[in-house]
């Protein structure tokens, strides 16, 4: 096992789980960070934790916008895994709720990581709205395309018609108040962006199928369940596999350069979802458990991973992160039965 200890943040979320089982899997000690004692059992009770328990240990951080909250959870730390930060739901207030704890809870812990010295790279968890504008991300484009180095321009201001704008916003105020932060401060480790796009894949913390809902693999299961979608959605999505697998590939300071940025993403036409579940689960289809049937129209919107790629290896499909998705609700669904 490597020496290097690694912080990472949002590790009760469906990122940051994921996050943490692949840096235990790929040989680091790592320290989770949570808001609550109660969430340390949680963790430690998942089957993909217990071969590492050894190799884990945790730190809470009741609210990661104080400054000087990380100040003890980094220390003797190498590395960051930094994924922590608020999704949109239902009444959520868009600056407080959102805006705030992605912008301050980013700064906070790069600067309580410039004072400690032990520290050589962060890892951030952005995102692909902050690099995409609002109105593309709502009504396509054919003609843009973006790229690692794209960014929202002019940052979005206030007010925000509801917590999805808001999501957007704070995504795109982190990523920038980070950059800025590495171009005035010059703290002493490097930082790395990923940019990850809408991401599905099995949620090992979510023991019901009903709770398969959750999170983003929502818009996956409420095609699956043939629920009607008014508004169409841009086709890029990612497996959480990925996800995981390059925020962990991204601390590699040899390989990876100072200050990159990576979009997580593939293309995909939604309108295929029907046949490949037809394929995947014919069984599930014939008996109503998948009872898909028209499916929510694909807004068209291109992405360059190249560079992505070539640091990091090809990206998983479509087809599979339905395959993870459909296959963990069939296996709860038969559980409750």
């Not at 000087?68 to 930060?85: C, N, P």
């Not at 600067?111 to 010295?117: D, G, M, R, T």
């Not at 841009?234 to 100072?258: C, F, M, Q, Y």
Request: one cysteine or more; a negative charge.
């Amino acid at each position: 096992m490597s020496d290097s200890l690694v912080l990472v943040t949002g590790v009760t979320g469906h990122v940051g789980f994921a996050v943490l089982v692949h840096a235990l899997q790929s040989g680091y000690n790592v320290r989770g960070a949570v808001r609550r004692e109660a969430q340390i059992d949680t963790i430690k009770s998942q089957e993909s934790i217990k071969p590492y328990l050894a190799h884990l240990s945790f730190t809470i951080v009741p609210d990661i916008t104080v400054d000087g909250a990380f100040v003890d959870a980094l220390k003797d730390v190498t590395y960051v895994l930094h994924i922590a930060s608020p999704i949109p739901s239902p009444g959520a207030d868009p600056e407080n709720d959102l805006i705030r704890p992605a912008v301050q809870g980013t700064i906070s812990i790069l600067k309580s990581a410039a004072n400690v010295p032990s520290v050589r790279r962060v890892v951030i968890t952005s995102s692909i709205v902050a690099v995409i504008p609002h109105a593309q991300l709502s009504n396509g484009d054919t003609t843009t395309v973006y790229t690692r180095e794209s960014r929202v321009r002019p940052l979005p201001m206030g007010p925000y018609q509801n917590a999805s704008e808001g999501y957007r916003a704070s995504k795109a105020l982190a990523l920038d108040a980070a950059e800025k932060f590495q171009r005035e401060v010059k703290p002493g480790f490097s930082i790395v962006y990923v940019m990850p796009s809408c991401v599905f894949g099995a949620n090992e913390l979510v023991s019901d199928a009903a709770s398969v809902f959750s999170g983003s693999n929502s818009v996956l299961m409420s095609m699956l369940m043939g629920m009607k979608e008014p508004v169409s959605t841009i086709g890029t999505v990612v497996h959480l596999d990925d996800v995981s697998r390059i925020h962990v590939r991204a601390l590699d300071e040899e390989k990876v350069p100072a200050g990159a940025s990576f979009i997580i993403s593939i293309p995909v036409k939604y309108e295929d979802t029907l046949d490949i579940v037809k394929r995947l689960f014919p069984e599930a289809v014939e008996d109503g458990r998948f009872p898909i049937s028209a499916l929510r129209q694909t807004l068209p919107l291109t992405t360059d991973i190249q560079a992505t790629v070539d640091a990091f290896g090809p990206l998983k499909g479509y087809e599979e992160m339905i395959k993870s998705v459909g296959e963990q609700y069939l296996r709860l669904l038969a559980n409750k039965q």
